[in-house]
């Protein structure tokens, strides 16, 4: 089929590009490494689970190439994980971010429009300010945050088994001022610790560990494709919910399965990185311009271009003298890219 | 194939249907006609699941509509919509593509008879040379023809039409029209709410008038449309007298008549019927 040749060639495409950015990525730090060397040491990384042993998985490393002691830990150990995080969360943004778009048949709608990474700031920023109060690590506080946001407004914005899509947004809308400002509250409070927690907000990657990255991709993957088995469904939503009905989605469900997974997925994205702002509103823009609005093709596309635009951006936000958080770049990137966006294309529909 | 059995039905707490009783069987097409805000395009939603009924029950092919589910329904009557929001531009033919939804697996492909089914639809309804256009792009009409195509494409016994031709071309309108009889002819049932009472009058087999929320007349054309029934639902005087060449009845208002709902003329008597309607 037509559709399906295209999806395979665009995603093929974006995977390759995926893995040549990371490893070329790998390659940039105050310690040079070249291109091979990095591919050495990552393959030398790899592991693979090959039975049990004691009360866990005995894992075996089937490549052993020669490479440098120093560089194999720091491609190894530093590198590789936040490059792997970096696309974790680009891939869990991106995707949350096509969804809510086609949710709310709304061009603005991004990952965290339903106050889902509002919820975690306040999660997070309570634990840096006020450790003893709060019994649960940064992430944890930030994941369940996140998702308390979330899910309030579903419940404030449902009636009798509906969701009406307007509410909704008001109401994430509302909730998101509202916990912007218990942000802002706490922040007053933070005396020594407000730099870590501006920081955080700030969105960053530079706190990165493997069990991080495992986390979220536990995560990102179901949700994704739970999401990706409802292309079809988005597809029909788009028309309307009315017209999605006679066409046999069945809206309410849909539309609870579709915020559920993508609340899940931010939530986990913004509670490992903080708030990157721009990779959930301008990746599935960019995409539905060159592959079309039809989820099917435009959801895997999506998910892959924004694991390849955070790890490129964060390598241009470690890559200078200073690093920044992350969110600044894609931020510096996105918007301007935003506004070309808003007066060259017809984003008429709001 | 349709039964609709004294049903009522609320907006917003506003009582829009009346005990309303209507049964269509296979092979028919019935037009639903009355001013606007009868209740016409409710009456339709009730058969396809969107509004429940707060009384009274409906069932497709015999079996209730209340309760089953949306991709059962979906098999089984096809809508086309008076108006859809197009948020992002499908090409025409992905959204008569759309209309196989209710038949195909979640994990599976576009198999050989969903193509088929596309192909045909855009065929039988002259939008082919429109498939590969962004719908966005199209004219009202264009659009409206597309939306027809995609509910060929769900292949389903039941159609319901809520206004096919108000933003029509004449050619359009007799030709759109006459599909929908020749699909009655292949033996499915077909239900369409229709403004001009003339059009009406030519192609459906039977006419159901509704005032009011509650359904006034049922017959074939030429028992439903008479000045008296027309007066005390659309509150006008008419004439009805014969078409010299169709031969069916042909309506023209006057003025203001005495009617339960009085007021001026409404739309049927202007050139153009106006493409808004009820809810």
């Keep these: 089929m037509h559709r399906r040749a295209r999806t395979v060639a665009w995603s093929s495409g974006l995977t390759a590009a995926l893995v040549l950015a990371m490893l070329a990525a790998a390659t940039v730090g105050p310690v040079r490494i070249g291109l091979l060397e990095v591919a050495r040491a990552t393959l030398n990384a790899f592991a693979v689970p090959a039975?049990?042993?004691?009360?866990?998985?005995?894992?075996?490393?089937?490549?052993?190439?020669?490479?440098?002691?120093?560089?194999?830990?720091?491609?190894?150990?530093?590198?590789?994980?936040?490059?792997?995080?970096?696309?974790?969360?680009?891939?869990?943004?991106?995707?949350?971010?096509?969804?809510?778009?086609?949710?709310?048949?709304?061009?603005?709608?991004?990952?965290?429009?339903?106050?889902?990474?509002?919820?975690?700031?306040?999660?997070?920023?309570?634990?840096?300010?006020?450790?003893l109060a709060v019994p649960f690590s940064l992430q944890w506080a930030a994941f369940a945050g996140a998702l308390l946001a979330g899910f309030g407004v579903y419940l404030i914005a449902s009636e009798g088994g509906r969701t009406p899509v307007a509410t909704l947004l008001l109401a994430g809308v509302a909730v998101q001022t509202f916990l912007g400002a218990v942000v802002s509250f706490l922040l007053l409070y933070a005396g020594d610790s407000l730099q870590r927690a501006v920081y955080w907000l700030m969105g960053h990657l530079h706190t990165s560990s493997w069990p991080k990255v495992w986390t979220v991709l536990a995560v990102a993957v179901p949700a994704y494709v739970l999401v990706a088995v409802h292309a079809r469904d988005l597809n029909a939503l788009l028309l309307g919910?009315?017209?999605?009905?006679?066409?046999?989605?069945?809206?309410?469900?849909?539309?609870?399965?579709?915020?559920?997974?993508?609340s899940l997925v931010t939530a986990a994205a913004v509670a490992a990185a903080g708030v990157i702002g721009f990779v959930g509103l301008v990746v599935p823009h960019v995409m539905r311009l060159l592959v079309g609005p039809d989820h099917r093709v435009l959801l895997p596309t999506s998910a892959l271009a924004g694991a390849g635009f955070l790890v490129v951006t964060d390598t241009a936000a470690r890559a200078g003298p200073a690093e920044l958080p992350v969110g600044i770049?894609?931020?510096?990137?996105?918007?301007?890219?935003?506004?070309?966006?808003?007066?060259?294309?017809?984003?008429?529909?709001? | 194939m349709i039964r609709i059995d004294g049903v009522a039905a609320e907006l917003g707490g506003h009582e829009v249907l009346r005990d309303v009783s209507l049964s269509v069987p296979p092979g028919e097409f019935l037009g639903l006609v009355g001013p606007n805000g009868a209740g016409k395009t409710t009456l339709l939603r009730t058969v396809n699941g969107l509004v429940d009924p707060t009384r009274g029950r409906v069932a497709v092919a015999g079996e209730p509509v209340a309760g089953r589910s949306a991709r059962d329904l979906a098999r089984r009557v096809a809508t086309v919509p008076q108006e859809t929001t197009l948020g992002f531009d499908f090409s025409a033919r992905d959204v008569v593509a759309m209309g196989r939804t209710p038949h195909q697996s979640r994990f599976a492909?576009?198999?050989?008879?969903?193509?088929?089914?596309?192909?045909?639809?855009?065929?039988?309804?002259?939008?082919?040379?429109?498939?590969?256009?962004?719908?966005?792009?199209?004219?009202?009409?264009?659009?409206?023809?597309?939306?027809?195509?995609?509910?060929?494409?769900?292949?389903?016994?039941?159609?319901?039409?809520?206004?096919?031709?108000?933003?029509?071309?004449?050619?359009?309108?007799?030709?759109?029209?006459?599909?929908?009889?020749?699909?009655?002819?292949?033996?499915?049932?077909?239900?369409?709410?229709?403004?001009?009472?003339?059009?009406?009058?030519?192609?459906?087999?039977?006419?159901?008038?509704?005032?009011?929320?509650?359904?006034?007349?049922?017959?074939?054309?030429?028992?439903?449309?008479?000045?008296d029934r027309l007066e005390r639902a659309y509150g006008v005087r008419t004439v009805v007298s014969e078409h010299p060449v169709t031969g069916t009845p042909t309506v023209t208002a006057l003025?203001?008549?005495?009617?339960?709902?009085?007021?001026?003329?409404?739309?049927?008597?202007?050139?153009?019927?106006?493409?808004?309607d009820d809810d």
């Excluded at chain 1, 680009?90 to 509002?118: C, E, K, Y």
């Excluded at chain 1, 770049?329 to 709001?350: I, S």
Aim: a negative charge; hydrophobic letters at 45%; charged letters at 25%.
């Design chain 1, 51 to 131: 039975g049990f042993e004691g009360n866990g998985l005995r894992w075996v490393h089937p490549f052993a190439f020669e490479v440098e002691r120093t560089h194999q830990v720091i491609v190894g150990d530093l590198r590789l994980p936040r490059i792997a995080l970096g696309a974790v969360v680009g891939f869990a943004l991106a995707t949350a971010g096509t969804v809510m778009q086609g949710f709310f048949r709304n061009p603005m709608a991004d990952p965290s429009i339903i106050g889902v990474s509002t919820g975690a700031a306040v999660g997070a920023v309570a634990t840096i300010v006020f450790p």
């Design chain 1, 241 to 262: 919910e009315a017209d999605a009905h006679t066409l046999g989605v069945e809206v309410e469900r849909t539309k609870r399965v579709l915020l559920a997974a993508s």
């Design chain 1, 329 to 350: 770049v894609t931020a510096a990137l996105g918007a301007p890219f935003f506004l070309y966006l808003l007066r060259d294309r017809e984003v008429h529909e709001l």
């Design chain 2, 109 to 227: 492909g576009v198999d050989e008879a969903d193509h088929d089914a596309v192909e045909r639809a855009l065929e039988r309804t002259d939008t082919a040379d429109l498939a590969d256009r962004p719908v966005g792009e199209l004219s009202g009409g264009e659009r409206q023809r597309v939306l027809l195509a995609r509910a060929l494409a769900q292949e389903t016994p039941v159609l319901l039409l809520d206004e096919p031709t108000a933003s029509l071309d004449i050619n359009h309108q007799v030709a759109t029209l006459s599909l929908v009889r020749e699909l009655a002819g292949e033996g499915r049932t077909a239900v369409a709410a229709i403004h001009d009472l003339d059009l009406a009058a030519r192609f459906c087999d039977r006419l159901a008038l509704v005032a009011d929320g509650e359904l006034v007349a049922g017959g074939t054309p030429r028992e439903v449309l008479t000045a």
């Design chain 2, 255 to 276: 003025g203001p008549g005495e009617g339960p709902l009085g007021g001026p003329p409404d739309a049927e008597s202007e050139p153009l019927p106006s493409a808004t």
